[in-house]
């Protein structure tokens, strides 16, 4: 549902949101809130793994980190690469 209650009609995933929607369809999720000390953290995880997290960047906006988001779970899936900003290097 949308803002205002009523249910948007859903067709094609927006371009560049191509991995978030068969990500949620397959049965993973994403989630964007707070992870102090972040503002806003934006994660992907399917049933076995923690594929991305990432922290939203000063003047980013909502879209580009789903932007990135998508990305990241491309790499994940594509490449073996799991992106986590969240606890840095280890």
């Not at 803002?3 to 964007?32: M, S, W």
């Not at 997290?53 to 490449?79: C, H, K, T, W």
């Amino acid at each position: 549902m949308n803002v205002t209650g009523k249910t948007r009609n859903r067709g094609q995933p927006q371009p560049g949101q191509i991995n978030l929607e068969a990500l949620i369809e397959g049965g993973g999720e994403i989630a964007i809130g707070p992870v102090p000390p972040f503002e806003c953290v934006a994660t992907a995880t399917d049933e076995h793994n923690c594929l991305a997290m990432l922290v939203r960047q000063p003047g980013e906006s909502l879209d580009d980190l789903l932007q990135r988001l998508d990305a990241a779970i491309e790499a994940a899936y594509e490449y073996d690469h799991f992106t986590d900003e969240v606890n840095g290097p280890q």
